[in-house]
Nanobody, 115 residues
Framework: QVQLVESGGGLVQPGGSLRLGCASS????????MGWYRQAPGKQREMVAI???????NYAYSVKGRFTISRDNAKNTVHLQMNSLKPEDTAVYYC?????????WGQGTQVTVSS
């Protein structure tokens, strides 16, 4: 089973930026899809952004134009660049990896957008 470790969460003011990282214990070029999901208190977990092994991306409507997902196969890492953050982006962000053999989740990293 692959291990995923997130980093980069924290407290930021509205309009600010954060960059989340997800380090994989497996080589990500063999992973079909990696993505970021988030869960705010009292809400269901939702997809934020995903990227396939071919580099195709998909974003939640609420983050389009503000967030960018990217993958670095050489470092087995996926990043989520988050710009123009809003208070409603506050949540625990989880990294996810899907292949033919597993569907793995990281432990999550807290992102808080507040003045």
């Amino acid at each position: 089973q692959v291990q995923l470790v997130e980093s980069g969460g924290g407290l930021v003011q509205p309009g600010g930026s954060l960059r989340l990282g997800c380090a994989s214990s497996a080589t990500i070029d063999s992973i079909y899809r990696m993505g970021w999901y988030r869960q705010a208190p009292g809400k269901q977990r939702e997809m934020v952004a995903i990227i396939t092994s071919l580099g195709n991306t998909n974003y939640a409507y609420s983050v389009k134009g503000r967030f960018t997902i990217s993958r670095d196969n050489a470092k087995n890492t996926v990043h989520l660049q988050m710009n123009s953050l809003k208070p409603e982006d506050t949540a625990v962000y989880y990294c996810n990896a899907v292949s033919s053999n597993f569907n793995a989740w990281g432990q999550g990293t807290q992102v808080t957008v507040s003045s």
